[in-house]
């Protein structure tokens, strides 16, 4: 790789993070999108149906800023109450375009990040709770804030000054930064929590958030297929219209989302496991620790502040 070769997806998968990809091929998660088609009201195809429905749920551009400083606010106090940060920890809200990813957070050192957020598509009110915690609390600026703390500051492991993306360390960090969004609004915490402050905020009706996160819900299952269609994609298996339309169909995206993700293919290749696979392993280990609040935190802790790979979990 290293001299520019280009490794079948599974293998290149296996040697920068240490995981075996799943092999469900996409007819598997046919009868999930059949379970979502008979909640989404009208006809047509179901990802025209599903976005005409999610348009009640979008952030209005003018009422974006404080939804998401309110959910960052909310997210990090959550997390201080769970996990001891440095006091100096903080970090920048800002908001670009042109991406092709929908948030991302830059360490900048000395427990301080960048995390930008691209407006280039529509932002769902979901999107608020899930980049809060995926970029920030306690996804990826706890794990950076934890790492340099543990490893470089307390042990002086300097070599953790410098953050290799495409390596193992990433399935971590994107594993731990999806589950986070559990950790830190267990249950049904988050729903209500939506319910009584961020759809308010937003200008959204709090009424309609039962059925939409029964939705979520069924979507969310389908974001391995995502692996599937990557894997196509990158092996020349499908070209970008059938990667397109397969995204359009399984991840029910707009067709501009799809050309955006299909970017992100392309960027970042067989990255995208790190997030769906990557969460279930990191939950899995979590959940092994014990079944109490306490014991998933302090599993939750040694993951942040210790290095692991994928095989180690």
Known sequence: MMSGKRLPFDMEAQKLYDATPPQAPLSYFDALVDSINLLIPGEGPLNQRYLQYSKQFIIPPDKLSKVFD???SEARNRVKEKIELP????????????????????YQGNYHSLIQINTDLPIYIERAIDL???EGYPGHHVFNVMLEKSLVKDKGWVEYMVYPLFSPQSFTAEGSANFGI?????????????KSVLFPLAGIDPNLADEYYK???LRKKLNFAEIAIAREY????????????????YL???KERAKQRLSFYTTYRSYVINYSLGEKMIKDFV???GVTDKEHWQAFYQLLSTPRTASVL
């Open 70 to 72: 309110t959910a960052i």
């Open 252 to 254: 029910l995206f707009s």
């Open 234 to 249: 990158l092996q020349g298996s499908i070209d970008p219209e059938e990667a397109e339309s397969d995204l359009m169909k």
């Open 132 to 134: 809060a915690c995926h």
């Open 215 to 217: 939705i979520q819900a």
């Open 287 to 289: 959940n092994s620790f």
């Open 182 to 194: 559990e950790m830190a609004f267990p249950g049904d915490e988050r729903v209500e929590y939506e």
């Open 87 to 106: 006091k100096e920890e903080r970090f920048e809200l800002s908001y670009v375009t042109n991406q092709p990813w929908s948030g991302y957070n830059w």
